[in-house]
């Protein structure tokens, strides 16, 4: 039987006392941006920039290897961005099941750095 902490001491209670434990709470919208934007920092720190934001600053480099780095990568960002709108709407009209949030990081868009 589950013990439980009652009136200052611990008791047995049965399953049908206890009742049901509850589930996760449901994913929200922020839960899913917020590791989206984990993804695309940590891509960019694969580079060693320190973040996406760090990475797509040098979209005006006079040094032309950063700053074809930086096309390829916000150009990237805007589909990774755009992806995750698009199927968060679908999910919102009913139109597909909610993924978890690694699900949705699965299914992002791959980076291809420039060589």
Known sequence: MPLIWQNDEI???SDEELGPIPGPPPLTVDDYRRAIQ???DTTARQRNYDSGVTCASYLGSTNT????EATAFVAWRDAVWAHAYTELAAVEAGEREQPTVAEIVDELPAMGWPA
């Open 11 to 13: 008791v047995e209670v």
């Open 38 to 40: 984990a993804h695309i």
């Open 65 to 68: 290897a950063w700053a074809a």
